[in-house]
């Protein structure tokens, strides 16, 4: 019981976020005038909801529904020939004029990543964590696009690979997979983050276990669990995942990658409903081309 009321704590530590290693103590500064020492702190993409009572804007609400990652050692510059990538797009290929801006509510990738869909397709991909809140929050909106999308879209699951609670989550996501068992990945976040269920434990033996007594009360066999958990597809899956995390450079999720071309997230589109916009938009100036 307390090593479960641990790992439930660890997770709500975790949050949607990566960390780094803690740095070392930082060397005292020179001293300064006698000014004022306080500087306005630099806004974070992913900052923590302001206190109870503090107005908010729209733009605030929707930063506070995606949480950023600080990645281990530099961040990768951005281009700007990206902007002039979108700059050279066929005009039947552009975004609504004045709707949606490149480098701020998507951001296009420089150079493109390769997808694994068939001529014709457009891949969208979705880099998530199971026990994201974020992630959890933007499930419905996901599940009534997929409703409505176009049938040359092709939707793709990934989970984020930072550490060993999130590969554990990543297994136990493509088991459910290769199990056929879609349904039980709503109900995996549902309990996850409104039930505090970690669904996942101190050693990969543990991990196994807790998931595979989570699939048991869902119906699933202990057998047919175990041959899916083991399987080589699952196996290769949870490579693919940990490839494409260091491809496209997760700093956050959910993240939204469209096409191997464009990224975008909740807070750059302004909201999950606004999310679902902009991915429409993507998806049919891609499939345009």
Same mark, same amino acid.
């Given at each position: 019981?307390?090593?479960?009321?641990?790992?439930?704590?660890?997770? *709500?530590?975790?949050?949607?976020?990566?960390?780094? =290693?803690?740095?070392?103590?930082?060397?005292?500064?020179?001293? *300064?005038?006698?000014?004022?020492?306080?500087?306005?702190?630099?806004?974070?993409?992913?900052?923590?909801?302001? =206190?109870?009572?503090?107005?908010?804007?729209?733009?605030?609400?929707?930063?506070?529904?995606?949480?950023?990652?600080?990645?281990?050692?530099?961040?990768?510059?951005?281009?700007?020939?990206?902007?002039?990538?979108?700059?050279?797009?066929?005009?039947?290929?552009?975004?609504?004029?004045?709707?949606?801006? =490149?480098?701020?509510?998507?951001?296009?990738?420089? =150079?493109?990543?390769?997808?694994?869909?068939?001529?014709?397709?457009?891949?969208?991909?979705?880099?998530?964590?199971?026990?994201?809140?974020?992630?959890?929050?933007?499930?419905?909106?996901?599940?009534?696009?997929?409703?409505?999308?176009?049938?040359?879209?092709?939707?793709?699951?990934?989970?984020?690979?930072?550490?060993?609670?999130?590969?554990?989550?990543?297994?136990?996501?493509?088991?459910?997979?290769?199990?056929?068992?879609?349904?039980?990945?709503?109900?995996?976040?549902?309990?996850?983050?409104?039930?505090?269920?970690?669904?996942?434990?101190?050693?990969?033996?543990?991990?196994?276990?807790?998931?595979?007594?989570?699939?048991?009360?869902?119906?699933?066999?202990?057998?047919?669990?175990?041959?899916?958990?083991?399987?080589?597809?699952?196996?290769?899956?949870?490579?693919?995942?940990?490839?494409?995390?260091?491809?496209?450079?997760?700093?956050?999720?959910?993240?939204?990658?469209?096409?191997?071309?464009?990224?975008?997230?909740?807070?750059?589109?302004?909201?999950?409903?606004?999310?679902?916009?902009?991915?429409?938009?993507?998806?049919?100036?891609?499939?345009?081309?």
């Amino acid at each position: 019981m307390i090593r479960t009321l641990a790992l439930a704590a660890l997770l *709500a530590l975790c949050a949607c976020a990566r960390h780094d =290693p803690t740095p070392p103590p930082p060397v005292a500064p020179a001293p *300064a005038p006698a000014t004022n020492t306080q500087s306005p702190a630099a806004p974070q993409t992913g900052a923590l909801p302001a =206190p109870a009572g503090a107005a908010q804007s729209e733009s605030q609400q929707a930063a506070a529904s995606q949480e950023s990652v600080e990645t281990e050692g530099e961040r990768p510059a951005r281009s700007d020939t990206s902007l002039e990538q979108i700059a050279e797009l066929p005009a039947g290929a552009q975004l609504p004029d004045g709707k949606w801006q =490149p480098g701020v509510n998507y951001q296009p990738l420089v =150079p493109a990543q390769p997808t694994s869909v068939a001529a014709g397709k457009v891949e969208v991909i979705e880099v998530f964590w199971l026990a994201c809140p974020h992630c959890y929050a933007l499930e419905p909106f996901i599940r009534n696009w997929l409703k409505t999308k176009p049938a040359y879209v092709e939707f793709v699951r990934v989970p984020v690979m930072w550490g060993p609670v999130h590969r554990a989550h990543a297994r136990f996501y493509y088991t459910l997979e290769a199990l056929g068992r879609d349904d039980l990945v709503t109900k995996a976040m549902e309990a996850i983050s409104t039930q505090h269920t970690p669904l996942a434990g101190n050693t990969e033996e543990e991990s196994s276990r807790v998931e595979q007594n989570f699939a048991a009360r869902n119906g699933v066999s202990a057998d047919d669990f175990a041959k899916a958990y083991n399987s080589f597809t699952v196996n290769s899956n949870v490579q693919r995942a940990e490839q494409l995390t260091q491809r496209y450079h997760v700093e956050g999720v959910p993240l939204m990658v469209v096409n191997g071309k464009y990224t975008t997230d909740v807070a750059k589109a302004g909201g999950e409903a606004k999310l679902m916009e902009l991915l429409s938009d993507l998806v049919a100036a891609e499939h345009r081309r």
